[in-house]
């Protein structure tokens, strides 16, 4: 699977982004080129949202090797300088076992244990309302190379990114990001980059003329009015969000309705059933159960899903970056893994990753995607830019 593949399996409704012009340069690196855009394709990434990056979808490790190992689902931030913000948290932190805020050890629970306890929480769960859908999460993705010979080293980007969508159609739907900075990828990096002189500022290499400047900084916050209403996973129909909240609610409707269109839809092809198949069902459903409005007994269905896809299998009580106890879940195909953080509580999603470690790639080789999920609601508050998220 190559990376457009994976950036559609983490974010769905951003089909091409990895190899239109806005999302090569925001890459900086962190993969090959791909070829430019056909015109589907510009069409399409026109419409990705600054607040919905086409890997929103994802999971954070201090090293692939270790992460996959291990089920690890944290990544390193190190001390930044004097007048740097270090308040900025990882994408998701803590490892498979861990106990929780209690001291209490998590009691063993398989894959199917977890995703059907998920599954009747979202079933018994109220329906919302609210005059927007708001979605804010804080996205990591890399690694970008810097440095040479043996004094080389990893970075990992992170970004706060918003959505509202509205709820009627008549009204406008806002979207708004701020860059978080970059920082080491693991402790071997963050070793490296102090050898280097703990640096603030890399220069970038990047397609075309211009340099790409990276910073330990944050950057500031930015708003704007989405142009058109908004749509949800669009690599699977490009629904609005009517046709959202009609998605079939029984699991076998549901699974069939995903899985013809990853037998029919662009750039796939996959009959049900098969490895490629259950590997993108698994991720557009995640998808879905990340950060896509939809009702509780369609949310209820794709986590009975997700129980039943082969090969899912727990990593036991895990925690996020913000110290939230969850349920952590591993599915595993070919080059990639994913994962998956369940508050056990709510049925919500606390965050994902997504790590791809070609075979007979060196761990600094491998890319990852991870997310944060900060709130998934509706909402009467009013949109504004991102602000730095607290401890």
């Keep these: 699977m190559n990376i457009d593949d994976l950036l559609r399996r983490g974010r769905p409704d951003s089909t091409g982004w990895a190899r239109s012009d806005v999302g090569r340069r925001a890459l900086d690196g962190v993969v090959a080129a791909a070829p430019a855009a056909d015109a589907a394709d510009r069409a399409v990434a026109g419409r990705t949202r600054t607040s919905r990056p086409a890997l929103r979808w994802s999971f954070l490790g ?77 996205d990591v993705y890399g690694p970008v190379r810097v440095g ?9 980007r992170s ?24 920082r080491p990828r693991s402790a071997d990096d963050e070793r490296a980059w102090r050898a280097a002189g703990s640096p603030t500022t890399w220069n970038v290499e990047v397609d075309g003329p211009a340099r790409l400047v990276l910073s330990i900084r944050p950057g500031k916050g930015s708003l704007s009015r989405e142009p058109e209403p908004p749509r949800f996973l669009e690599s699977l129909g490009e629904l609005t969000l009517e046709q959202v909240r009609q998605l079939p609610d029984e699991p076998d409707a549901l699974r069939a309705w995903v899985t013809d269109r990853i037998r029919t839809g662009k750039d796939m092809g996959f009959a049900a059933g098969s490895a490629e198949s259950n590997s993108l069902l698994f991720g557009y459903l995640s998808r879905l159960l990340l950060d896509t409005p939809a009702p509780p007994k369609v949310r209820a269905a794709a986590f009975r899903i997700l129980a039943d896809i082969s090969g899912v299998r727990s990593l036991g009580l895990v925690q996020d970056a913000r110290g939230r106890s969850g349920q952590g879940v591993e599915f595993r195909s070919g080059a990639e893994t994913e994962w998956l953080i369940v508050d056990m509580a709510t049925h919500r999603l606390l965050a994902s990753k997504i790590i791809s470690l070609p075979k007979g790639e060196p761990v600094s080789g491998g890319k990852e995607r991870s997310t944060l999920v900060l709130t998934a609601e509706w909402s009467d508050a009013a949109p504004q830019a991102p602000t730095l998220p607290q401890k």
Excluded: M
């Design 62 to 138: 201090t090293g692939l090797a270790g992460a996959a190992a291990a089920g690890v689902l944290a990544v390193s931030v190190v001390a930044a300088p004097p007048d740097a913000r270090t308040d900025i948290p990882p994408l998701a932190g803590g490892q498979p076992g861990a106990a929780d805020s209690t001291g209490a050890s998590a009691t063993p629970l398989t894959a199917r244990d977890i995703l059907l306890a998920a599954a009747t929480r979202a079933e018994q769960a109220p329906a919302e309302t609210g005059r927007y859908w708001h979605v804010k999460t804080i």
């Design 159 to 182: 970004s706060i990114n918003e959505s509202w969508d509205a709820g009627d159609p008549r009204e406008a739907s806002w979207s708004g990001q701020r860059d978080l900075g970059a």
């Design 148 to 156: 040479t010979g043996a004094s080389a080293y990893s970075l990992l």
